[in-house]
């Protein structure tokens, strides 16, 4: 593909981000680069991830044998290749996060470990363009066993990587080799198959949003055709034939059809997010409306309160509707970053806010709590309760802590990728206005019909609900300025005036240089309750603030109050003292419940006598969810019991 064919596809003359449909959406997603975040919450977690999480996340893939697999493959070592049998796609996802980073703030030593990884890639690929360093040195031959064997999903990872490398840096070497591979795709499966593949799919989406995205960098058809095939071609059961389970590779009912998501929780979310992408390119309503209906259930009854989505251990899986036990959860934080992606392309499509909802809670309650305040340590397994005494099982459980790596090290380049790119899940623009979705201080540049409009954006959020939105430069026309009002912030006011929740505060008139329009976000206490359909949670409340969920760790907690004994009284819930949390390096904004242990249910009552808002002797401290573990693993609760 040559500069002059990437530059007819292009949208913006910023970095277009992970998503850049080239069909008309509700919504255009800004380039990564029109977006700068600037000092404050998640510019500290950018630069933990580039400091320490993508360097060692590089010596991780060196130690694991990752890179050597394709040293062997290329002909240039020798042994036995190592780790799982989708090995590969851990390093094309940590290409992909050092190219957005790359992006984000230029460094030439993270571009030359890109290209020379790149140089490794191409010289493992096959003449014929498949490219795979585990599967034909294990199996034997090639797509013998789409259930499990992961090829397409690899081959997903590295187009995603290829066109995240064009897009930041500009080279196009990996963006020949994925080109290579879905040619070789396009041969071998779906329409214009001549193959005895040409039925199978694989057990594990990725490439259907993969090949989309291939398709809007080099507008080539056959990569669009053949991921509405493969979405198309789930659903009918043809992965039993290999032995694998229709209902967790979600090969039992067509995408089209299904009302709701089952089975393995990030092959799930994977497959609707490909979906959406090849709605959007379609431009085909009805299977967004269905997509929508799909994930209104999949909120509204197999979520946790943290946006977590996964609720079986066995499978790694969805659980039936209001399954959602809290020590239970599996709650995958790769099952997270899916989600989020599914979301985002929903919210192009249609412009709800909910979406962008749902991706603020996720980010901050699913995602978030899977790598480690100060980087590197990972999060496979989100759980939402450790009892006293629990000790780990398995190398995934939580009470183990976080861990450098994992044998099945999906999550912590996934982490990576997504917080490198995170700018893009800011801000958007329609033909006439800009939306602002997700609130950190920074700089948003868009173009709408009208002519650009540069935002400047002041917040402490999310521990401080006060927005300040400074306009630029603006056209001389006038353009809508719609900023996000959460569904939780009842309340809320723009410029003094009340606005209402779950939707956008929208400002139309023409801007001028200097113009300020201020959001105040109510970020107090608030109690959650559960719906009364999950069993697990009866008679339980939890704590959010904002848009952060809290937790209860026990090294926070008096002497003598064991946290699967207390009980709390709703009404005394308040803001806590901040200095509780002190050793808790970016993890401010402390609540307090009152609460006190008690020997049987029949001392219940007595708790409605404790003060509220006392700092001794039987006050509970939560912190925010995402803090949990960076000290001590001990017992941790998120829903308490209520008198």
């Not at 090829?151 to 930041?168: D, N, P, T």
């Not at 709703?570 to 008690?598: E, F, K």
């Amino acid at each position: 593909m040559t500069d002059t064919t990437y530059d007819t596809v292009r949208r913006t003359d910023g970095i277009p981000g992970p998503a850049h449909p080239l069909a008309q959406t509700t919504l255009r997603p800004l380039g990564v680069s029109d977006v700068s975040i600037g000092e404050g919450f998640w510019l500290g977690r950018q630069h933990v991830n580039r400091d320490e999480s993508i360097p060692d996340g590089l010596r991780q893939l060196n130690e694991a044998g990752n890179l050597r697999n394709f040293e062997i493959a290329a002909g240039r070592a020798t042994g036995e290749v190592l780790g799982p049998i989708f090995a590969d796609s851990d390093v094309y996802k940590w290409l992909e996060a050092a190219a957005w980073e790359y992006g984000r703030e230029p460094n030439e030593q993270l571009l030359t470990d890109q290209l020379t990884i790149t140089e490794l890639v191409a010289a493992a690929q096959d003449d014929d363009g498949y490219l795979n360093t585990v599967v034909p040195v294990r199996e034997g031959k090639r797509y013998g066993r789409p259930d499990r064997d992961h090829e397409h999903y690899c081959a997903g990872h590295l187009i995603q990587a290829a066109v995240a490398q064009k897009r930041a840096t500009g080279h196009d070497e990996l963006l020949n080799v994925a080109i290579r591979v879905a040619d070789h795709l396009v041969r071998e499966f779906g329409p214009r198959s001549a193959t005895g593949s040409a039925g199978d799919v694989d057990g594990h989406p990725v490439i259907e949003t993969a090949l989309v995205e291939l398709y809007r960098e080099t507008a080539t058809r056959d990569y669009l055709d053949l991921a509405e095939w493969f979405v198309d071609a789930r659903g009918h059961r043809t992965l039993e034939r290999f032995g694998g389970n229709s209902t967790y590779l979600s090969d039992r009912v067509p995408v089209r059809e299904a009302t709701t998501v089952e089975g393995h929780a990030v092959r799930a979310v994977y497959l609707a997010t490909g979906a959406a992408d090849v709605a959007i390119e379609t431009s085909d309503s009805e299977l967004v409306s269905t997509l929508a209906g799909q994930y209104a259930h999949m909120a509204a009854t197999k979520q946790y309160l943290t946006g977590g989505l996964g609720s079986r251990w066995e499978g790694e899986a969805f659980g039936d509707p209001f399954e959602l036990p809290s020590d239970r959860a599996y709650a995958e934080t790769c099952a997270a970053i899916g989600a989020i992606q599914w979301a985002w392309r929903m919210l192009l499509a249609t412009g709800e806010a909910s979406y962008a909802d749902q991706i603020e809670r996720m980010l901050y309650n699913a995602f978030l709590p899977g790598v480690s305040l100060r980087g590197g340590d990972y999060f496979y397994v989100n759980t939402l309760h450790v009892r006293e005494g629990a000790h780990a099982d398995d190398e995934r459980s939580a009470v183990g802590g976080r861990h450098r790596w994992f044998g099945c090290a999906c999550c912590p380049p996934n982490v990576m990728r997504t917080l490198s790119s995170l700018g893009g899940y800011v801000a958007t623009s329609s033909a006439d206005g800009v939306q602002v979705h997700q609130y950190v201080p920074g700089t948003v540049h868009a173009a709408t019909d009208a002519g650009d409009l540069t935002l400047t954006v002041e917040t402490g959020y999310p521990f401080d609900g006060a927005v300040r939105v400074t306009v630029e430069s603006a056209p001389d026309s006038p353009v809508a300025l719609s900023l996000r009002v959460p569904s939780w912030a009842a309340d809320a006011t723009l410029d003094g005036a009340q606005v209402a929740a779950g939707g956008y505060a929208t400002v139309t008139r023409r801007f001028a240089p200097g113009d300020v329009l201020v959001l105040d976000l109510p970020v107090t206490p608030r109690i959650a309750r559960p719906l009364a359909r999950i069993d697990d949670l009866r008679g339980s409340l939890a704590i959010e603030r904002g848009p952060l969920v809290y937790a209860f760790e026990a090294v926070d907690q008096p002497n003598g109050v064991g946290l699967d004994e207390a009980i709390v009284d709703a009404g005394s819930v308040a803001d806590g003292d901040a200095d509780a949390s002190a050793g808790l390096a970016g993890a401010s904004g402390v609540v307090d419940a009152a609460g006190i242990p008690i020997a049987g249910p029949d001392t219940v009552p007595g708790l409605v006598t404790v003060t509220v808002g006392t700092t001794s002797g039987n006050v509970l401290t939560g912190i925010p969810y995402f803090a949990w573990a960076n000290r001590d693993v001990a017992d941790m609760r998120i829903w308490l019991r209520e008198a």
